[in-house]
């Protein structure tokens, strides 16, 4: 059964930086593409990045980009996501969520969801 | 852009709910996704490519549409299907709708 463990709440002051984990297992991380969705209180979905781990070259949605670094650890089967330049609106439950990859071709279809970090930025 | 309609829809068990998702141009049936998230919780995948149930999701879902108009449709509604629905084409996803209880 596939499953994303994602790291405990964080608060941060802003202006600071955060660094959110996703573990799961190297059977799922050699088939997948593991993408960052965050939900601001109240709010929808929001996608910030992804990586495909096998490949190693991640993507970040324009709104992220310069802020936000996805970066994954084989050796672990870890998926990180730092978010930089902390701001109140950042405070969010931010989302692992995974999708199945041949290679550089993924389905989009996020089929196992992290249970989600509460990130609140405060000072 | 996905864009939901309506943004809250009130219904009462047993009725069918019709969720729709627009986009503002074509998209590949193959990756249209739907999901439903409960308060407190994940989201959860109900459909995927459009019109696929996702393992474990009961028949009374249902997905359909292509091109720009997509539509998820809940048959009989029961109690635990009254949550926020979103669709999703790659990284963008709607709005949600609401689905509450009347």
């Known amino acids: 059964q596939v499953q994303l463990v994602q790291s405990g709440a964080e608060v941060r002051p802003p202006g600071s930086s955060v660094k959110v984990s996703c573990k799961t297992s190297?059977?799922?991380?050699?088939?997948?593409?593991v993408s960052w969705v965050r939900q601001a209180p109240g709010q929808g979905l929001e996608l910030m990045g992804r990586i495909i781990p096998v490949l190693g070259v991640p993507t970040y949605s324009q709104r992220f980009q310069g802020r936000v670094t996805i970066t994954a650890d084989r050796s672990t089967s870890t998926v990180y996501m730092e978010l930089s330049s902390l701001r109140p609106e950042d405070t969010a439950i931010y989302y692992c969520?995974?999708?199945?990859?041949?290679?550089?071709?993924?389905?989009?279809?996020?089929?196992?969801w992290g249970q989600g970090t509460l990130v609140t930025v405060s000072s | 852009v996905l864009t939901q309609s309506p943004g809250t829809v009130s219904l009462s068990p047993g009725q069918r709910a019709t969720l729709s998702c627009r986009a503002s141009q074509s998209v590949r049936s193959r990756y249209l996704a739907w999901y439903q998230q409960k308060p407190g919780q994940a989201p959860r995948l109900l459909i995927y490519?459009?019109?696929s149930r996702a393992t474990g999701i009961p028949d009374r879902f249902s997905g359909s549409g292509s091109g720009t108009d997509f539509t998820l449709t809940i048959s009989r509604l029961e109690p635990e299907d009254f949550a926020v629905y979103y669709c999703?084409?790659?990284?963008?996803f709607g709005g949600g709708t609401k689905v509450e209880i009347k």
């Open positions: 490519g459009a019109s």
């Open positions: 969520a995974r999708d199945l990859c041949s290679g550089a071709t993924c389905s989009w279809w996020f089929d196992t």
């Open positions: 999703q084409q790659y990284g963008i």
């Open positions: 190297a059977d799922t991380l050699s088939s997948s593409s």
